[in-house]
T-cell receptor, first 110, second 111 residues
């Protein structure tokens, strides 16, 4: 079974803090993705990576950056957290066309 | 126009009925289409994928694709209370096969 894990299920941070969300997959997948999910808006793509050290902006990259130093690990970084970044963050990795999602991190920025 | 639009919910059906979920997409070049199910507080899980026009059946689920009309649907036969969830339509785009999701339709199956 494919396993995608995320570093935290729940996280509370203060405005202005630097926040790291980590995602690890165990299936040697090339492509990894970060989404955020908000009520009524569905899942929106923040960034994705198709190889180590390669990254591409998704639909809503502003305020975020990413890092992929190893194939199995894809990190999402909020350089200076803001309240409008309070959301559910979902990581996914893909083999062929199937995206496998991690359990999600619910981030609250106060 | 949103890239992927789903019929507005929430949708309620009685147990044993057919639930019909609909989705339209704007990019005529889209090749791959998916339905994900998401239970409250959980992450999405893939239930159906469809690539060519017509119907694809898997147990109680049938996905239907009409590329000319840019329309994809999901039928759930003999709906069960355990089918109560949010259903997300997704369409592939780009070389990394990134997905564009609709906003989801919340389905409740009433016992």
């Amino acid at each position: 079974d494919v396993k995608v894990t995320q570093s935290s299920r729940y996280l509370v941070k203060r405005t202005g803090e630097k926040v790291f969300l980590e995602c690890v997959q165990d299936m040697d997948h090339e492509n990894m993705f970060w989404y955020r999910q908000d009520p009524g808006l569905g899942l929106r793509l923040i960034y994705f990576s198709y190889d180590v050290k390669m990254k591409e902006k998704g639909d809503i990259p502003e305020g975020y950056s990413v890092s992929r130093e190893k194939k199995e690990r894809f990190s999402l970084i909020l350089e200076s957290a803001s309240t409008n970044q309070t959301s559910m963050y979902l990581c996914a990795s893909t083999a062929d066309d199937t995206q496998y999602f991690g359990p999600g991190t619910r981030l609250t920025v106060l | 126009q949103k890239e992927v639009e789903q019929n507005s919910g929430p949708l309620s059906v009685p147990e044993g009925a057919i639930a019909s979920l609909n989705c339209t997409y704007s990019d005529r070049g889209s090749q791959s289409f998916f339905w994900y199910r998401q239970y409250s507080g959980k992450s999405p899980e893939l239930i159906m994928s469809i690539y060519s026009n017509g119907d694809k059946e898997d147990g109680r689920f049938t996905a239907q694709l009409n590329k000319a009309s840019q329309y994809v649907s999901l039928l759930i036969r003999d709906s069960q209370p355990s089918d109560s969830a949010t259903y997300l339509c997704a369409v592939t785009r780009g070389s990394a096969r990134q997905l564009t999701f609709g906003s989801g339709t919340q389905l409740t199956v009433l016992p």
